[in-house]
């Protein structure tokens, strides 16, 4: 059974930082690019960034490009999101995902396995 187990979500002022992790089981982890989407009320779920199976290869939504870095250990089976120069519009629930395919990472239906999300709130 594949499992993705986010953390790190939390509340923050403008401008400060978290990182995100997403602990994954269940499956040959270093075969699948892994992304972060995120989700605010009343939006569709967005691409926020991805990177490929070995880690060389990363891709950003513009909205978040030079504030956020994504990585990944596989040795450890987990990826990390960190968020830094946080805004208020940052503010969603953020989800982890793993999929088999590198062409269109940032199309959601892309991705077969998702964690069950973690709440960032930026306080203004």
């Known amino acids: 059974q594949v499992q993705l187990v986010e953390s790190g979500g939390g509340l923050v002022q403008a401008g400060g930082s978290l990182r995100l992790s997403c602990a994954a089981s269940?499956?040959?982890?270093?075969?699948?690019?892994t992304g972060w989407f995120r989700q605010a009320p009343g939006k569709e779920r967005e691409f926020v960034a991805a990177?490929?199976?070995?880690?060389?290869?990363?891709y950003y939504a513009d909205s978040v490009k030079g504030r956020f870095t994504i990585s990944r250990d596989n040795a450890k089976n987990t990826f990390y999101l960190q968020m830094s120069s946080l805004k208020f519009e940052d503010t969603a629930v953020y989800y982890c995902?793993?999929?088999?395919?590198?062409?269109?990472?940032?199309?959601?239906?892309?991705?077969?396995?998702w964690g069950q999300g973690t709440q960032v709130t930026v306080s203004s």
């Open positions: 990177i490929s199976t070995s880690g060389g290869s990363t």
């Open positions: 995902a793993a999929s088999p395919y590198w062409s269109n990472y940032d199309n959601k239906n892309r991705y077969a396995y």
């Open positions: 269940g499956l040959t982890f270093s075969a699948y690019v």
